[in-house]
């Protein structure tokens, strides 16, 4: 098993906690973005530094992810490639997406998504709470727990 992170966007303080959980577990963690990243030095931890352009992250993560592997990432779309694939997503607020709500969460992400570009909805998700920062990391603990078992 191996954690993938969709970097570009993710918050410095959900990295921070994946960090810290690759350290204490010994588990890999690759974060991909297309920009360069300074992570700490770490035998487990690794950044892959991609092209520049639409969704070539996305694509690397989508090429490399294996069955089994968890994929931190905001981005729905690329979440259900990655369910596709058998491998498990969650976002930084530590909701996993799944297979029974991942074409609801689009629907409504092409929805809102047109809502802005006609002018009638601005804006985007409410900056990373406290409580979500709690509730990635439980989850995350929760399954790197189960997964270790195995």
Known sequence: MQIWVD???CPKVIKDIL???AERLQCRLTLVA???LTTPRSSFIKSICVE???DVADNYLVQHVLEGDLVITADIPLAAEILDKGA???NPRGEFYSRDTIR???TLRDFMDEMRGSGIMSGGPAPLSQTDRRE???ALDRYLEK???R
């Open 19 to 21: 960090y810290r959980a």
């Open 88 to 90: 498990e997503a969650l």
């Open 34 to 36: 297309n920009k360069s």
């Open 7 to 9: 970097a570009d966007a």
């Open 136 to 138: 990635f990391a439980n």
């Open 52 to 54: 520049p352009g639409f």
């Open 147 to 149: 997964h270790r078992s």
């Open 104 to 106: 609801q969460k689009l």
